[in-house]
């Protein structure tokens, strides 16, 4: 028995990548692959940051780096094995192959374009004819980010944008912020910005993980509150963006949507490339966050750099579609496979469809007008973003938050520089709930 499934794999081994679950959920057909571009340089850098001078990030600010493109290429060679029966054996045939968007970012136009050398190499047969040449090109597509809905999801959306109004002049939120006032208060003090948001810890945190990365020691006053307790308002930037499921279905819907479409084009043949099996996103964290926050499978974990999640619809021999995703948020190890709640891990695309239903948008454009009358937003979403950073994002959402707690006035995070008490005394622990929200279960190939 044992020798028989070997020779059967190792004979289909030559067209087919393997990960031992074909017998029981089917061949991947099809596979929509998200992910983050590749290790960066900070977006910006505060007045009070120590590594201001442009010395320390020779590539520029908000730019991939070589560590970036190198996780890419290595991640392409690695869907390369995994998906190699959905490629053309001739790679040379990219344009049937594969069809690859990126938000209009130099870091994740370079990220996708690594990837593609991973995947499209030229082979040592072909070689003599390309000069040198090591991989065949691969077109990438983009849109500004002012019409992106997809990935950016920056595109106008007057109800999404009243929406977060509404929340923002709710006294839930308000409590909220006042929960990390003391912290704020801190990093306004040191950092030298004036302003500050939620928006503004999730681009502080990373850029204080891009420098303890650099080995560039952070000063006493970022140690006092990074990681923790900044991790936490730093996770809710990027949850708080599809809270309900109206902004669910405004922000995350239009790519979940996408991922079912293209498995219904690809079973009625309806692409326009009906071979193609891949289509390919480059895009960032929080495009990420919302598509699996969208889905309910977000692990309330900032996606790292280079993460990616794979979308795959599988046939079985009775001809069954099922549709698993799976979350490689380390270059290293294997993917997670993501349990979408109410579906078994390998989920019937008809029952993962019915699931989502609620969150997928009928008509984005026709939703997206759907405002009370009354309601008058200027220019629609623009005070609702901040520019600061290069690239406009939502803020907002914290009810659930504030119904988890007590109910009474949210408790603060005293991080005084003369207190040498410990900073963690009496915050309410949203990290253990988020932990609890993951319902990850992790599956290694061949077990
Ligand atoms: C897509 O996958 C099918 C089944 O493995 C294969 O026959 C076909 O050639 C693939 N398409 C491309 C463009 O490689
Ligand atoms: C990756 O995702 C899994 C499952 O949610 C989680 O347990 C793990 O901590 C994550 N790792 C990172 C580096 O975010
Ligand atoms: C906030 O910090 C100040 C000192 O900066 C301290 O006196 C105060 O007690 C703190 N508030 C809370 C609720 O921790």
Redesign the pocket.
Known sequence: MFSIAFLLVSAAAISSAYDGLESEYGVVEYVNILFRHGARTPDSLAPGDPYRDMKYWPEGLGQLTKEGILQHFNLGVWLDRRYRHILPRDRSQVNEAINVFSTDWDRTLMSADAEMSGIFPIVRGDAARWSGLTSYPVPIHSVPPPTDKLLEVTADCKRYAYLVKEFQDSKDYNQILNRYQNMTDHLVRHTGNRFFNLDFYMELYTTYFIEENRDLELPKWVRKVYPWPMVEPTVLSFVVPTWTTDMKRLRGGPFVKEVIENFWNKITMKLDQPNQNISMYSAHDTTISAVLNTMGIF?W????FA?MVLFELRKTQSGDRNVLIW?K??TNDNP?LLKVPGCDAACPLTKLERILKPVIPENWADECNNVPLTTRVDTPGEELHTNSFGRRKNKIYFKKLVEQGEGGAPERINVDDDDKADARQGVPSTTTSATKA?N?G?LTFGE
């Open positions: 692990n974990k900032q996606p790292p993460s979350y948020n380390s997670w993951s990850a992790r």
